[in-house]
């Protein structure tokens, strides 16, 4: 952007994987290369999220365009590895995003997190998919 004097995406990008490179060869001797690892998890994580939010979308629409009612709504109970306030947070608006869920509840304690799902098909594998699929990768790129 200094160069060209344009705030442009392709600027933008391009002085990302400038810089990404540069920070890549002054380093590449150190031990601490956690830059370019959360780098690569940040995207991997956005574009995830990204579909399953789009999945989200389309079933609710799907539901609400409908006449006949496909969801089983629950509330499950969900135990956090998640500790901070900032993790806890992060995950919550995480979840709230996606269409089809909300967070209740945190207990007092920040060890439970109370969700409600509008397809609660099998708790086990809803439990499974906020555990592995949203609080995992967002600890790996926290931690």
Same mark, same amino acid.
């Given at each position: 952007?200094? +160069?060209?004097?344009?705030?442009?995406?392709?600027?933008? $990008?391009?002085? %990302?994987?400038?810089? $990404?490179?540069? +920070?890549?060869?002054? !380093?590449?001797?150190? @031990?601490?290369?956690?830059?370019?690892?959360? /780098?690569?998890?940040?995207?991997? $994580?956005? %574009?995830? $999220?990204?579909? @399953?939010?789009?999945?989200?979308?389309?079933?609710?629409?799907? @539901?609400?365009?409908?006449?006949? +009612?496909?969801?089983?709504?629950?509330?499950?109970?969900? #135990?956090?590895?998640?500790?901070?306030?900032? @993790?806890? &947070?992060?995950? !919550?608006?995480?979840? /709230? +995003? &996606?269409?089809? &869920?909300?967070?209740?509840?945190?207990?007092?304690?920040?060890?439970?997190?109370?969700?409600?799902?509008?397809?609660? #098909?099998d708790k086990a594998k809803f439990i499974q998919s906020i555990k592995l699929g949203l609080e995992k990768p967002l600890l790996d790129i926290m931690r």
């Amino acid at each position: 952007m200094a +160069l060209t004097g344009a705030f442009t995406y392709i600027n933008i $990008f391009i002085g %990302f994987v400038i810089s $990404f490179f540069i +920070l890549w060869v002054i !380093s590449r001797n150190s @031990e601490d290369n956690r830059y370019f690892t959360i /780098a690569f998890k940040i995207v991997g $994580f956005f %574009f995830f $999220f990204l579909w @399953e939010m789009l999945k989200a979308n389309w079933q609710v629409a799907y @539901e609400v365009m409908t006449s006949h +009612l496909h969801m089983k709504p629950g509330i499950v109970k969900i #135990e956090l590895d998640a500790k901070t306030d900032l @993790e806890i &947070t992060l995950l !919550s608006n995480l979840i /709230a +995003l &996606t269409p089809g &869920t909300l967070v209740v509840d945190v207990s007092d304690d920040r060890k439970v997190m109370y969700v409600h799902g509008m397809y609660l #098909e099998d708790k086990a594998k809803f439990i499974q998919s906020i555990k592995l699929g949203l609080e995992k990768p967002l600890l790996d790129i926290m931690r």
